[in-house]
């Protein structure tokens, strides 16, 4: 008997619009289970969430804590209320994420049992010019910290199986960081990663988005220099160790021989 894996997509929301209460019904109607997060949004957002309640489960933080808190939130409640297999997808509640995407990169999960899955954005001359900075710099100095080349590292279309929720739930950061931190200790999990292409929807100029270009992006950029520190420095102490045992190696074999 084959066990049929549940697809779970996992949305945090900040004072979402009516775009959100659309991508969850059309989720919905494609045998998704919905989880949202309301991150602390304000009251006049509410009645958005009791529209989306009729078709997902929506958990509710009193005070804005980041998304990396809602998304830890939302995976603490799938790990203890699902059970095995499943897959879960993160999605933004902004309608930046179409629902084929959302099922293309689940599909994918399912495939590569263990591995987290990107919707990667084509990102083109129409996008927004932040985000094309943004996104270009980030990745750069992403390739450079890790060594690894990731084409979008700021998606926040994700997906894994249920093997990575435990990774995912002790990675730190409560803001978008978190997200930045996911991606910077895959290697030291042996977690690969595969990128699935994914239009990007760039709507208003990206009015909706709340990430802060220089809050957010200074918080980001502080990760990949801690990572680089703690690289170099582990470098630096397995050379030490290295060079330790040569010197060693060397003093008694020159002693061997002088005798």
């Not at 009193?62 to 999605?91: D, F, H, Q, R």
Request: net charge positive; hydrophobic share 40%; aromatic share 8%.
């Amino acid at each position: 008997m084959t066990i049929q894996t549940k697809r779970i997509v996992l949305i945090p929301a900040y004072c979402p619009d009516e775009r959100l209460i659309a991508l969850v019904q059309a989720l919905h109607g494609m045998e998704f289970t919905v989880v949202v997060v309301n991150d602390g949004s304000k009251a006049e957002h509410y009645p958005i969430f009791n529209a989306v309640s009729e078709c997902a489960t929506v958990l509710t933080h009193e005070k804005n804590t980041g998304k990396g808190a809602a998304l830890k939130t939302g995976l603490e409640y799938i790990k203890n209320t699902s059970a095995v297999p499943y897959v879960v997808v993160t999605a933004d509640a902004d309608g930046q994420h179409l629902p084929q995407d959302i099922l293309l990169v689940c599909e994918k999960a399912q495939k590569k049992i263990g591995c987290l899955v990107l919707g990667s954005r084509i990102i083109g001359r129409d996008a927004p010019l932040r985000s094309r900075f943004g996104n270009g710099i980030t990745r750069l100095i992403f390739r450079i910290a890790t060594g690894t080349k990731i084409y979008d590292t700021q998606t926040g279309l994700r997906a894994f199986s249920n093997g990575l929720t435990d990774y995912m739930l002790s990675v730190e950061g409560e803001r978008y960081e978190y997200e930045m931190n996911v991606l910077l200790h895959l290697g030291q999990q042996n977690i690969s990663v595969e990128e699935v292409p994914i239009k990007a929807v760039y709507l208003d100029n990206n009015a909706s988005s709340h990430f802060n270009p220089i809050k957010d992006s200074f918080k980001i950029y502080r990760e990949i220099l801690k990572f680089s520190a703690s690289s170099m420095l582990s470098f630096a102490v397995d050379y030490g160790l290295f060079c330790a045992r040569m010197k060693t190696a060397i003093l008694q074999k020159n002693t061997l021989i002088s005798l």
